[in-house]
């Protein structure tokens, strides 16, 4: 399996303009997280899904950020209006999770470095 | 308010040495905690996954504890190499539904670098 894909690897934009990061998870797993990474910070979870379904949104940082999973193979990951703040590396990342989320293995995908001018 | 604080912040060793990365958390009610691994440029990699029960693990050169009591964890390195060079971040979940959901506390993470 090719792992966790993202799109793309840098994205350099600026200040109100609209970003789409894209992820495709693992074949087969149930779970896919949305993950914010800066030096600040650390490392966000936003995000995640559950058989396509959003499961917990409260980290997601405020209503300029939105995500969706349309079907088990692609999610996509939306900031309108982008913000210099925004910059920093998101990572997406998959589980197959039976027992539930965070119970097993999360696969990362190698990240999408945002900077936004 | 649920936290996870790791020490040291950074750590420099010679190669070939042993080290121990502490991660001590105050997060309930407690359901898992992992340590990742994350080379620079890419994303974490999963090391060891440990729940309650579970005061050991190992994973090659790399042997997790939990301490559930105290809520301490360390990732002890044994015979370090220089792919060792890396950030390492600890995750604690806490369990929020009957269902298995969990949301997660990161660690800011140690930066490790190990010098020939």
């Known amino acids: 399996d090719a792992g966790v894909i993202q799109s793309p690897r840098h994205e350099v934009t600026e200040m109100g303009q609209e970003v789409t990061l894209r992820c495709k998870p693992i074949?087969?797993?149930?779970?896919l997280f949305w993950y914010r990474q800066t030096m600040m910070r650390g490392l966000e979870l936003l995000i995640y899904?559950?058989?396509?379904?959003?499961?917990?949104d409260s980290g997601m940082p405020e209503d300029r950020f939105s995500a969706k999973m349309p079907n088990a193979s692609f999610s996509t990951l939306k900031i309108q209006p982008s913000e210099p703040r925004d910059s920093a590396v998101y990572f997406c990342?998959?589980?197959?999770?039976?027992?539930?989320?965070?119970?097993?293995?999360?696969?990362f995908g190698p990240g999408t470095r945002l900077t936004v001018l | 308010k649920n936290q996870v604080e790791q020490s040291p912040q950074s750590l420099i060793i010679l190669e070939g040495k042993n080290c121990t990365l502490q991660?001590?958390?105050?997060?309930?009610?407690?359901?898992?905690l992992r340590w990742y691994k994350q080379d620079t440029g890419r994303g974490p990699v999963s090391l060891t996954i440990?729940?309650?029960?579970?005061n050991t693990k190992s994973n090659g050169r790399y042997t997790a504890t939990l301490d559930a009591d105290t809520k301490q964890s360390s990732l002890h390195i044994t015979a370090s190499q220089l792919s060792d060079s890396a950030s390492y971040i600890c995750?604690?979940?806490?369990?929020?539904?009957?269902?298995?959901?969990?949301?997660?506390?990161f660690g800011t993470g140690t930066r490790l670098t190990i010098i020939p």
């Open positions: 899904f559950n058989n396509n379904v959003p499961i917990d």
């Open positions: 440990m729940t309650f029960s579970e």
């Open positions: 991660c001590n958390y105050t997060v309930s009610p407690f359901s898992n």
């Open positions: 990342a998959s589980s197959f999770s039976p027992r539930g989320a965070g119970t097993d293995t999360q696969y």
């Open positions: 995750v604690v979940s806490v369990g929020i539904s009957n269902f298995g959901n969990e949301k997660l506390t």
């Open positions: 074949s087969g797993h149930d779970y």
